[in-house]
């Protein structure tokens, strides 16, 4: 009964949340559900949406359960969505929203991966939503008018207001309580380093104070298997699948993709010029033909279809569906089937088919590349040089007992990188001689093909061996543009951990504040993705270049590595065993790719930083080497991106 738990709520508010008091003469229905608030009163806007005007659950089955534990007379407190691109779950959000000022009142707050999304989903989204949607215009003011407590990122309403912020927002993050919690896409969140923790966790902490009365509705497109956050969170819940009754025999089954080799699922006739010319679902009871026009009646909840759960136990909601859902009229069997013909010999356009179309984590393929291959597709450009398209640097350091290896990489949009420099600095680490030839790494600059001077952004050095001191004395003295890291060898570990240990202690044994930061970095899913990108056959996303005159020993160690499946108690667990004595250069690119991480490739905005650099393009000296470069690296002056 959501009347004794305000009540309760009311009273637990002691501590002064703001926003928790009810409003007087505003009485929630306790049996009116998100559902239907937007099939009553919900507008789509035309600016905005695919089909504007008033919403219809029936369009998006699917969605119907989900808004429904979005609801006040709902137990339900944490319901997560691993997903395909547009199918609306974003919209349900808007809906939670509109309901919540309608009925039911309390602090929320959305996130969206970046501020700048967050913005635009409140401009293109909410804003006119709000318009259009008379019941919700009149409580929330226009934005025009003075002290309306209305601006683009804070949505003043009577007994609540509405939060949207970016995932790198730390002041977003801490303070504020929030009831209800909306984190759209989580595997574009922000990785940024804190000692405060993942941005999901950090946000999620804000409802604490709300205990039974909170809901988290986190949703997103997975990524990487064993690196996907809504891959993490749905693996904990009772993952429910959405099943469709076959109309010939009636049984009911989730609609999968199948492949060749499966007997049910999507199956197409191609013409001679390969495209698609019928396409059906093939049941998986009775083999029957299911033409794509049937897909509104199956999907209907009123013959028959439904969320199953596979752990129904399990107390945190959890679903996961694929495209092959989306509505008649949104994106259609055949323009799913024909984008996975043009993408399925592309390793990494695969993955993006795989989340993005299917809703699944995609497993890197973790074969072995051949060496020669590699080299014999080097390309002309001089070492210690950045090609145009490379447009940010790191290096990655491994420690010997005799010397430190290095090697510098230039990343770009998608991920696509350059080998810049690979090198063996020799002297014991131990000792302060190597140390400074590496400072001579880490503080020349390199020359980019645009005539502007980069330098290495982020570093990140292995503390593995028997010089961990050594290394942390000179991370020390750099952070945060040095690293100091450890590998973490455990399957579906992230490429870098959320949050660094401390190392320094102090003589009673307590951490030192300021001290080094030690990061875990998960080896295996590391080196799954390079090799997945060095079997890459052409340039684009993810495809790794080397320039011409790297010697065969580099490529050798590069491709020293292969996995091979292990049983454990009858469970297959893949392992990376060397089928080579040394394997130096794939550590020193983990620990540049680390770094990159670290430093935000997955998230930063490529095209500013194109610009910025082609504007630092004025012609300087050759004199590679000792060159001084601009203190705080060349990007440290209009964008800090280490926090
Ligand atoms: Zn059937």
């Known amino acids: 009964m959501p009347q004794a738990k305000f009540l309760k709520a009311k009273i637990n508010s002691d501590t002064g949340l703001p926003y928790l008091a009810l409003i007087d003469g505003i009485t929630p229905d306790p049996d009116y559900t998100v559902t239907e608030w937007a099939d009553n009163y919900r507008i789509l806007p035309k600016v905005s949406s695919k089909e504007s005007g008033k919403y219809r659950s029936s369009r998006t089955p699917y969605l119907v359960e989900i808004m429904d534990c979005l609801s006040a007379n709902s137990p339900v407190q944490e319901i997560c969505v691993m997903k395909a691109t547009q199918l609306g779950f974003t919209e349900v959000g808007n809906n939670w929203f509109f309901y919540i000022v309608d009925l039911v009142q309390g602090p929320m707050m959305m996130v969206f991966p970046t501020g700048k999304l967050a913005e635009e989903h409140s401009k293109q989204k909410i804003a006119p939503s709000i318009q259009d949607t008379e019941r919700i215009r009149q409580k929330i003011k226009d934005s025009r008018t003075r002290d309306s407590g209305n601006t683009v990122t804070v949505k003043e309403f009577p007994g609540g207001i509405l939060f949207l912020y970016g995932s790198e927002s730390l002041s977003g993050a801490r303070s504020k309580p929030i009831r209800f919690l909306f984190l759209d896409d989580i595997d574009g969140f922000s990785i940024y380093i804190t000692n405060e923790g993942d941005a999901v966790d950090r946000f999620s902490a804000r409802t604490d104070t709300y205990e039974i009365l909170k809901k988290i509705y986190s949703v997103s497109t997975p990524t990487i298997k064993g690196m996907s956050r809504i891959e993490g969170i749905f693996n904990e819940s009772d993952q429910r699948y959405y099943e469709v009754p076959c109309p010939f025999c009636l049984n009911l089954q989730k609609l999968e993709w199948g492949g060749r080799d499966t007997k049910f699922g999507i199956k197409f006739d191609r013409n001679k010029k390969g495209l698609i010319k019928q396409i059906w679902y093939e049941c998986k009871f009775c083999n029957k033909k299911i033409p794509e026009r049937h897909k509104t009646q199956m999907m209907a909840i009123e013959f028959g279809a439904k969320w199953k759960p596979t752990y129904p136990e399990r107390e945190k909601r959890g679903y996961q569906i694929s495209g092959l859902y989306a509505p008649l009229g949104w994106k259609s069997w055949t323009a799913i089937a024909t984008q996975f013909l043009d993408v399925r010999g592309n390793q990494e356009r695969l993955k993006v088919w795989n989340n993005t179309r299917m809703g699944l984590p995609f497993e890197q393929r973790g074969s072995q590349p051949e060496w020669i291959k590699l080299k014999s597709r080097a390309e002309p450009y001089e ?261």
């Open 383 to 643: 070492i210690l040089t950045v090609p145009e398209k490379g447009l940010l640097l790191t290096a990655g350091v491994d420690t010997q007992d005799n010397r430190l290896i290095c090697s510098v990489y230039a990343w770009g949009k998608g991920e696509e990188s350059w080998l810049v420099y690979h090198g063996e600095l020799y002297g014991d680490p131990a000792q302060g001689d190597v140390w400074k030839e590496l400072d001579s790494v880490l503080e020349r600059s390199y020359r980019h093909n645009s005539g502007a001077d980069l330098r290495i952004e982020s570093m990140a050095i292995d503390t593995g061996g028997h010089r961990t001191q050594a290394v942390y004395n000179y991370c020390r003295a750099r952070m945060p543009r040095v690293i100091a890291v450890r590998g973490a060898p455990k399957p579906g570990r992230p490429v870098i951990s959320n949050a660094p240990s401390l190392q320094d202690v102090d003589f009673s044994g307590a951490k030192i504040e300021k001290g080094v930061q030690l990061w875990s970095v998960g080896s295996d899913t590391a080196k799954a993705m390079i090799y997945g990108r060095l079997n890459l056959q052409e340039p684009g996303p993810g495809y790794v270049h080397f320039p011409i005159g790297m010697q065969d020993e580099f490529y050798m160690q590069l491709t020293a590595e292969k996995i091979i499946t292990e049983f454990r108690k009858g469970f297959p667990h893949p392992v990376w065993v060397k089928t080579r004595e040394r394997n130096d250069a794939l550590d020193t690119f983990v620990y540049a790719y680390a770094a990159a991480i670290r430093a935000g490739i997955s998230i930063l905005e490529w095209d500013e930083i194109e610009k910025l650099i082609k504007s630092q393009s004025v012609p300087v000296s050759d004199d590679f080497g000792q060159k001084e470069s601009p203190k705080g690296g060349f990007l440290g002056d209009h964008k800090n991106f280490l926090g």
